[in-house]
């Protein structure tokens, strides 16, 4: 496999589970506000932070002010016209999708054709689809569907694809972004909403956080069968529970699992060996939401670390990098 095919590969994992994750961040965000206090100061313009946009400058574009409280319902739609139908923002779910079918393109011959027709019909949805505003019910049914049908492209690629090189790329790809994506989550929606204290936290359940990324009930009947589990909230179980597939310890272990083959696998091991300890070393639960913070930044860092690790393999060199 050539050195821009790996690449290819890899970031066709990282855009398939972005899409995903997006469309599930917005139905997530749309019960968090409609549970919240008329009051809150938690509001549309996270999703941008989220995403790692300047909300400010972004709403700014739209002719919006980020803390104008008069402009509620268009602040909500430029940042659904951002994050859903601008084919220009880097975030948006149609540029994520067009980039999906760009990567897809270029590597067609290690694909299976039935996860190239799904691509296909993932993408003609999207384009046709995300282009117009509309109700939050409608976009609620189109965010799901748009998952649905991720995890039908996800489901037909685990059931034809030749298990090798190219597969263990792209899951490191899905299973990285999705690292990511949770760690951002947590940082932004649920840790910004808290005082930050040098005492321990709070238990908090988000139970909206956990159904978004279709959680609730694996959470549910962990707390309740599981000794440790009772002093766990949302947190605890998105960062350290290795057996629910969106926490970051299961993504982490995915990755070291795939990575094992992969030419320069010390390197990649070695920095998942880090990010595993950062989440180990210390009792999660015992940590002050100041703590939780600098420990999610950390997380964070290793990530872009890692990521940059897998592009450093990937552009190592003319020669072929696996054989």
């Not at 590597?107 to 046709?128: A, G, T, Y």
């Not at 083959?261 to 990010?275: K, R, T």
Request: charged content about 20%.
């Amino acid at each position: 496999m050539l050195a821009r095919s790996v690449e290819n590969i890899f970031w066709l994992g990282r855009y398939l589970e972005r899409l995903d994750d997006t469309a599930r961040l917005v139905n997530a965000t749309s019960h968090l506000l409609i549970d919240s206090h008329k009051d809150t100061e938690f509001g549309w313009p996270v999703l941008l932070e989220v995403m790692g946009q300047d909300s400010a400058k972004v709403l700014a574009s739209y002719g919006l002010e980020h803390q104008n409280r008069q402009q509620l319902a268009q602040i909500e739609q430029a940042v659904m016209q951002h994050l859903i139908s601008n084919i220009d923002s880097p975030v948006s779910i149609r540029n994520a999708c067009s980039q999906l079918r760009y990567n897809a393109r270029t590597i067609r011959q290690l694909l299976p054709r039935d996860m190239w027709e799904e691509l296909n019909k993932l993408d003609s949805f999207v384009q046709r689809q995300c282009v117009e505003t509309v109700s939050r019910q409608q976009r609620y049914q189109l965010m799901t569907e748009i998952s649905r049908r991720c995890q039908m492209v996800i489901g037909t690629l685990d059931s034809v694809m030749l298990r090798g090189d190219a597969f263990d790329l792209f899951t490191i790809g899905r299973h990285l972004e999705r690292a990511d994506m949770v760690t951002r989550i947590m940082d932004v929606m649920v840790l910004q909403t808290l005082q930050p204290t040098q005492l321990k936290r709070p238990r908090f359940r988000w139970i909206s956080i956990l159904n978004a990324l279709g959680g609730a009930e694996s959470y549910q009947y962990y707390i309740a069968n599981n000794l440790a589990g009772a002093a766990a909230d949302a947190i605890d179980y998105l960062l350290c529970y290795a057996d629910f597939p969106r926490s970051v310890s299961y993504c982490l272990h995915r990755i070291a699992a795939s990575g094992k083959a992969l030419p320069n696998s010390p390197a990649i091991l070695q920095q998942v060996h880090q990010l595993q300890h950062l989440i180990t070393e210390q009792a999660v639960t015992e940590l002050s939401t100041v703590q939780l913070h600098e420990l999610i930044d950390q997380i964070q860092t290793g990530i872009i670390d890692l990521h940059q690790v897998l592009l450093n393999i990937a552009t190592a060199g003319q020669q072929p990098l696996i054989a």
